[in-house]
């Protein structure tokens, strides 16, 4: 049965550190050695500090290299991020300074492998290391998601889709959020992590998982053998229930809900976590109805012109290729955008968010009774 350990902690590294190591060790870390090709993969998003809480705390990856070193294995750190150069992101987000005295590879991953993650979606591009790796470290941080609601565990592992992929995964899924987060799930089960420890320490809360979020302190180090029991774990503390996390209730609907898990800390409700505003999946109808849908009801991205710097983030993200960099202010294609949110997650200026038509304020009222 998994286990998820639930532990109060801070950033100050002599007490992290044994609490990381003690979690590895009860988890089953014994087994990584000398021969083991462990991959560490943090979330890596995009440059930013760690006091901006988008990015893995540099002590929470520092603690799981010395412990895969410390073993005898010469761990990779590496993800795919969605903006900003590896480089800049493993210099400002300190994780360069905190490696600086191990032996250790950091860097993005670079080639993909087809692999079969199930229907509907068959043969994936997903990062070579993430397959051919012996021990996989999964290291989520603990935020929101505009479009997701939480990016957590199992949505931590999207990141081993290779660059420009990510954005085309975005596009095949389109607005159907249920399939995007079916695709999550698969993906989670096909590269399956060893060990997930949350950051969720400092978390981010509202707007995420970009600059929009807030960071809040929650205090929080959470690890597990299993991905998926960890977000359970979170949602039971955050009070939400399965059917509001995307990624939860596709793995319902895949039967992965069904297996208990053991826990081992104290599951304090936080109620003070302030979610996103997403909209209840709206896909019933004809193409022409969800067209409407799409236009009216669904939450649609808007920049603010006196933050936005015209640096070409956003438009270089779209997947739908539904913004206008030409224009000043930008201009956006509602009829094209699929309500992805990379736009948002990418803007180093937080000069977008998503507003609502009426229509979909009134669902969103609506659905809030129901809950
Ligand atoms: S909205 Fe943000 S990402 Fe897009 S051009 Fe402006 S500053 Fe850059
Ligand atoms: S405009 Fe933003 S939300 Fe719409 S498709 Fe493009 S990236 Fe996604």
Redo the contacts with the bound molecule.
């Keep these: 049965m998994p286990l998820v350990l639930i532990r109060r902690s801070s950033y100050r590294y002599e007490a992290l550190k044994p609490l990381v190591f003690t979690m590895l060790d009860r988890l089953g870390g014994g087994r990584i050695s000398s021969r083991s090709r462990v991959l560490i993969k943090p979330n890596l998003l995009a440059p930013a500090t760690p006091q901006q809480a988008l990015l893995t705390h540099p002590s929470v990856v520092r603690a799981v290299v010395e412990y895969a070193v410390e073993h005898g294995a010469r761990p990779l750190i590496a993800d795919s991020p969605a903006m900003g150069s590896f480089s800049k992101i493993i210099r400002e987000s300190g994780i360069q300074e905190a490696i600086a005295p191990f032996d250790v590879e950091c860097r993005p991953f670079q080639e993909s492998m087809k692999i079969d993650i199930g229907e509907p979606f068959g043969f994936i591009d997903i990062a070579r290391e993430a397959i051919e790796s012996d021990v996989i470290i999964n290291l989520p941080k603990l935020k929101t998601h505009s479009q997701m609601l939480l990016t957590l565990g199992v949505k931590n592992l999207f990141g081993c889709i290779v660059g420009y992929r990510k954005p085309e995964w975005h596009m095949k899924t389109g607005v159907n959020r249920p399939l995007f987060a079916r695709f999550l799930v698969q993906l989670y089960q096909r590269i399956s992590p060893a060990f997930t420890i949350l950051d969720g320490i400092l978390a981010l809360e509202g707007e995420g998982p970009g600059k929009r979020g807030n960071p809040k302190e929650v205090g929080l180090l959470l690890g597990s053998d299993s991905a998926l029991a960890l977000d359970r774990a979170v949602c039971r503390i955050l009070e939400l229930d399965t059917d509001q996390v995307p990624v939860l209730k596709a793995a319902a609907g895949l039967g992965l809900l069904e297996e208990a898990f053991d826990i081992d800390g104290l599951l304090e409700p936080f109620r003070s976590f302030r979610l996103p505003k997403t909209s209840p999946s709206l896909l019933y109808g004809p193409q022409s109805l969800q067209r409407l849908i799409r236009l009216y009801c669904l939450p649609r991205p808007v920049?603010e012109a006196d933050?936005?710097?015209?640096?070409?983030?956003?438009?270089t993200i779209c997947p739908a290729k539904a913004?206008d960099?030409t224009t000043r202010p930008?201009e956006f294609d509602y009829d094209r955008c699929i309500r992805c949110c990379c736009?948002i997650e990418?803007?180093?200026?937080a000069?977008?968010h998503t507003v609502d038509h009426f229509p979909a304020r009134m669902i969103r009222k609506f659905m809030d009774r129901l809950r």
Excluded: E, F, S, T
């Design positions: 920049a933050l936005c710097r015209y640096c070409g983030a956003c438009w913004i960099g930008l736009c990418v803007c180093p200026h000069a977008l």
